[in-house]
């Protein structure tokens, strides 16, 4: 009973608490001089590496449902829904039973209608956000590279490269940190170009300032105030260069599970390692997942 109590005591505590969303800049303020003192004077310190996730960058280019959508809509779009042997019609079969519908749910589906008039839809696009990388890992009959959707369909270089969407406030807030020297480290899982793009619009450039890590030569150059390890790859550099960055960018399943055992990334994963180990971590915009 007392453990009860106790626990409804600290969730009535933590629900009292400010969010994100609505909090002031004078409770910010004295949540960093009070309870967070320590927090604060570590980041000074330079005793924190970033690890940044999607959620820093939801606002200004697609999110997993944004793309997991994208993807459904074009093979849905070329589906021949009395073909059971087409090859989009078997891969949006696929992408559907990944998304493990109920019986009543998958029925209702009728691949001829847009994606929008689908009942279950948004159970669809919540599900498969846990299963994305198996659904940008469908093979279509006729595209014999294996990142066709990532590629050709969801097309990281123009949805994620810098120049399609303006930095948003969390990569500003980073940005300001980073010329502040505080922050030696980011690693990041994120393609976008939206920290760089927020260094240049203070600075004029970032490359003054932030030392992008992609591929392991990146690693042995000078380090600058900041390090950004983009460890799934970058978008920007796939676009420029996309011989020789396209493969780098990861989010099929294949890639995951490969990573760790990929010489590819040997450089990048033990700098991922030493980092979790040497530096104490604060997360931001980074899912369980």
Same mark, same amino acid.
């Given at each position: 009973?007392?453990f ?10 933590f ?5 994100a969303?609505?909090i002031?800049?004078a409770?910010?303020l004295?949540l960093?001089d009070?309870?967070?003192a320590?927090?604060a ?13 999607? @959620?820093?960058?939801?606002?200004? /280019? !697609?999110? #997993?449902r944004?793309?997991i959508?994208?993807? =459904?809509s074009?093979l849905r *779009?070329?589906?021949n829904?009395?073909n ?7 891969a949006?079969?696929?992408a559907v039973r ?6 009543d749910?998958r029925?209702?589906i009728d691949?001829s209608?847009?994606?929008?008039e ?7 696009l919540?599900?498969?956000t ?9 093979r279509i009959?006729g595209?014999i ?15 994620f ?7 948003d406030c969390?990569?500003?807030c980073i940005a300001?940190?980073v010329?502040?020297?505080v922050?030696?480290d980011?690693?990041?899982a994120n393609w976008d @170009?939206?920290?760089?793009?927020? /260094? !240049?619009? #203070? ?6 300032? =932030?030392?992008?890590?992609? *591929?392991a ?9 900041t390090r950004?390890?983009k460890f799934?790859?970058?978008?920007v ?15 099929r ?5 490969g ?9 990048m994963k ?6 979790a180990?040497t ?5 931001i915009g980074?899912?369980?997942q």
């Amino acid at each position: 009973f007392k453990f009860r109590q106790s626990r409804q005591t600290i969730q009535t505590d933590f629900l009292s608490l400010p969010t994100a969303f609505n909090i002031s800049i004078a409770e910010a303020l004295q949540l960093l001089d009070g309870p967070l003192a320590p927090l604060a004077m570590g980041i000074a310190q330079r005793r924190y590496s970033f690890w940044l996730g999607s @959620g820093i960058s939801r606002d200004r /280019v !697609d999110d #997993l449902r944004g793309i997991i959508k994208r993807v =459904l809509s074009h093979l849905r *779009e070329r589906c021949n829904p009395a073909n059971n042997t087409c090859s989009y019609h078997r891969a949006l079969t696929e992408a559907v039973r990944l998304a493990q519908l109920s019986d009543d749910d998958r029925n209702s589906i009728d691949f001829s209608k847009p994606l929008d008039e689908w009942a279950p839809l948004g159970t669809i696009l919540r599900n498969l956000t846990t299963a994305y990388a198996r659904l940008l890992d469908i093979r279509i009959d006729g595209h014999i590279e294996e990142d066709h959707l990532l590629w050709d369909v969801v097309d990281v270089p123009t949805t994620f490269a810098a120049g399609s969407a303006a930095p948003d406030c969390e990569h500003l807030c980073i940005a300001i940190l980073v010329l502040e020297g505080v922050v030696p480290d980011i690693a990041s899982a994120n393609w976008d @170009g939206l920290i760089e793009a927020a /260094v !240049d619009e #203070l600075t004029d450039t970032s490359g003054a300032a =932030l030392r992008i890590c992609v *591929e392991a030569e990146d690693l042995r150059a000078q380090p600058l105030l900041t390090r950004l390890l983009k460890f799934h790859g970058c978008a920007v550099r796939a676009g420029r260069e996309p011989e020789k960055y396209r493969e780098l960018l990861i989010a099929r399943q294949s890639q995951i599970t490969g990573w760790p055992a990929n010489p590819s990334f040997a450089a990048m994963k033990a700098e991922l390692q030493r980092l979790a180990a040497t530096q104490r971590t604060l997360m931001i915009g980074m899912s369980a997942q």
